[in-house]
Antibody
């Protein structure tokens, strides 16, 4: 059974940094592209970043390009999102997603 | 970048009704479109992928159609459990953008 468990969210001041983690089980990150999707409180879904199955290609939404970095540690089967220069508008739930069908429970980031 | 536009933003319908939600892409995305259902406090759930393929376990009252730039999600015989917000998302090329969502309410 595929499971994705995010962690690392919390309260941070504007301009600060956080690193989110997503521990994957039931599959190997080596074999799948995975994404981060976020949702501001009471708002819609926003795709923000993806990492190719090879791990060599990264993709970002314009809203986070240059500030966020997606990466993985295959030995830990864990996906990361390093978030720097955080802004108030980065507040929301952050989900990691595999294949569109498998979502984590989300981790809440509050920038205030 | 491809923009996705959903309509309507909110929809009120009665149990047993047939409901249709539309999603338009700003350029052709072939059939690379997914539909999701999201209930409050929960992660989104995949309903349909490749525009019309029903995800395993999703009730057959849900269906999707379309290709190119126009897509629809149809719910036949609306049930109380279908009250949720629905999103479309293209995955033709990065960035994989979502529609703004359609909130479905029971009359």
């Amino acid at each position: 059974e595929v499971q994705l468990v995010e962690s690392g969210g919390g309260l941070v001041q504007p301009g600060g940094s956080l690193r989110l983690s997503c521990v994957a089980s039931g599959f190997t990150l080596n074999n799948y592209a995975v994404s981060w999707v976020r949702q501001a409180p009471g708002k819609g879904l926003e795709w923000i970043s993806a990492l190719s199955a090879s791990g060599f290609t990264t993709y970002y939404a314009d809203s986070v390009k240059g500030r966020f970095t997606i990466s993985r540690d295959t030995s830990k089967n864990t996906l990361y999102l390093q978030m720097d220069s955080l802004r108030v508008e980065d507040t929301g739930f952050y989900y990691c997603v595999k294949d569109r069908r498998d979502w984590g429970q989300g981790t809440l980031v509050t920038v205030s | 970048d491809i923009q996705m536009t959903q309509s309507p933003s909110t929809l009120s319908a009665s149990v047993g009704d047939r409901v249709t939600i539309t999603c338009r892409a700003s350029q052709s995305i072939s059939s690379w479109l997914a539909w999701y259902q999201q209930k409050p406090g929960k992660a989104p759930k995949l309903l349909i992928y490749k525009a019309s393929t029903l995800e395993t376990g999703v009730p057959s009252r849900f269906s999707g159609s379309g290709s190119g730039t126009e897509f629809t999600l149809t719910i036949n015989s609306l049930q109380p459990a279908d009250i949720a917000t629905y999103y479309c998302q293209h995955y033709n090329n990065f960035p994989y953008s979502f529609g703004q969502g359609t909130k479905l309410e029971i009359k």
